[in-house]
């Protein structure tokens, strides 16, 4: 009788010892997957800032191309704008 009670604690500390095993496993995948989000959070906001300075700078080369082009020849870009909005005003009325 002695010896299955010895038995059953020893199992019980084996049984422990693994789930504690297992828990500081957990913690540590846990703690892995959290500076692997940061990483990737850091890479997202660097592309996302990136593609803004390449948008905005876009968008700057495009306004400025308008510009000259309105300055060059301005009766061209008025009949244009004024067909574009007469197909949007086309449009609009269905």
């Given at each position: 009788m002695a010896d299955k009670n010895l038995a059953a604690v020893g199992a019980e500390t084996d049984a422990e010892t693994r789930t504690v095993g297992a828990q500081a496993e957990l913690e540590a995948q846990i703690a892995d997957l959290r500076t692997e989000i940061s990483r990737l959070t850091e890479t997202v906001t660097a592309?996302?800032?990136g593609a803004r300075a390449?948008?905005?700078t876009e968008a700057e080369l495009m306004t400025e191309r308008m510009r000259e082009r309105v300055r060059e020849d301005p009766i061209s870009a008025l009949l244009t704008v004024a067909g574009v909005a007469?197909?949007?005003g086309?449009?609009?009325r269905r």
């Open positions: 592309i996302g800032s390449v948008v905005q007469f197909l949007f086309l449009l609009a």
